[in-house]
């Protein structure tokens, strides 16, 4: 009788659905791995997105994030570090206003966070939770909640995002965020034109919205499937370079 139970217990262990088996954490590592891994923590990565030049360099904790635009008066570029802003007009720098520099911050960390998706994503201030599974286009998925602490959390702490994450591919195919600024709203994205450059994923997004706000990000899955989102734009990125730091000079 004993060891009968024993056989029955060991065989309910494994029977178990696979999401009562993993973490939110592990499934997020296990996605960052697949989009890069520790590439990330020394790289320097260059892009383009609507006609602005964007550059990230990381190394051994230390970061730039760049965004260089064409101007009246040259090239602006802002520089986001560990140690703040800094700016430069043809290379010269210049004073920020305060009243300017969380505007432009947020304008530059925003492009490089969803450019750089799922990256970012295991950091201290960020609170994952697996809120469920769903099946989109015939692929299963699990849903992650994201929010972030106050502390190192960014001005957008308050905002919540959703990953729909492939159970088997364990890639990012879908994204939801709500955000506060500018009188609020809700996003859905929906991923296309995968591709691998020396070692790290990048991906460009379809960007939905719905104008009611108070709709729970879980149920997005399900207004697109039924095609109740309104299509926004299209989000790409192009001339990615990737360079290992190994590549570097």
């Known amino acids: 009788m004993q060891r009968s139970l024993i056989i029955l217990l060991f065989f309910f262990s494994f029977s178990k659905p696979i999401s009562a088996q993993i973490s939110a954490n592990e499934i997020i590592n296990k996605t960052i791995d697949v989009a890069g891994g520790k590439r ?24 730039e994030l760049e965004r260089s635009v064409k101007g009246a008066n ?12 800094k700016r430069f007009i043809e290379n010269c ?42 099946v989109v286009k015939g692929n299963s998925y699990y849903k992650i909640r994201v929010t972030f602490s106050e502390e190192g ?24 965020y709500k955000y506060a600024v500018n009188g609020g709203g809700i996003r859905f994205r929906e991923a296309y034109n995968p591709r691998v450059i020396n070692g790290i994923r ?10 009611f706000l108070n709709t729970p990000l879980s149920n ?17 990125l192009e001339d990615i370079f990737v360079y290992i730091e190994r590549d570097c000079c």
């Open 202 to 211: 990048f991906a460009d997004y379809k960007n939905y919205k719905t104008d």
């Open 153 to 176: 959390g960014g001005t957008d702490f308050e905002d919540e995002f959703l990953y729909w994450i492939h159970k088997d591919n364990f890639t990012v195919d879908y994204l939801a």
């Open 40 to 63: 990330y923590d020394n790289v320097v990565i260059y892009f383009t997105f609507r006609n602005k030049q964007y550059r990230s360099k990381r190394s051994k904790g230390v970061y």
């Open 220 to 236: 997005l899955d399900k207004l697109f499937k039924d095609k109740q989102l309104k299509f926004l734009s299209e989000i790409e």
């Open 74 to 85: 040259g090239i602006t570029k802002d520089v986001i570090s560990n140690s703040g802003l």
């Open 93 to 134: 720098p210049v004073e920020v206003a305060d009243s300017l520099i969380t505007k432009i911050s947020d304008g530059v960390n925003s492009v490089h966070y969803f450019a750089n998706l799922p990256y970012g994503l295991n950091s201290p201030a960020v609170h994952k939770k697996m809120i469920g599974e769903a």
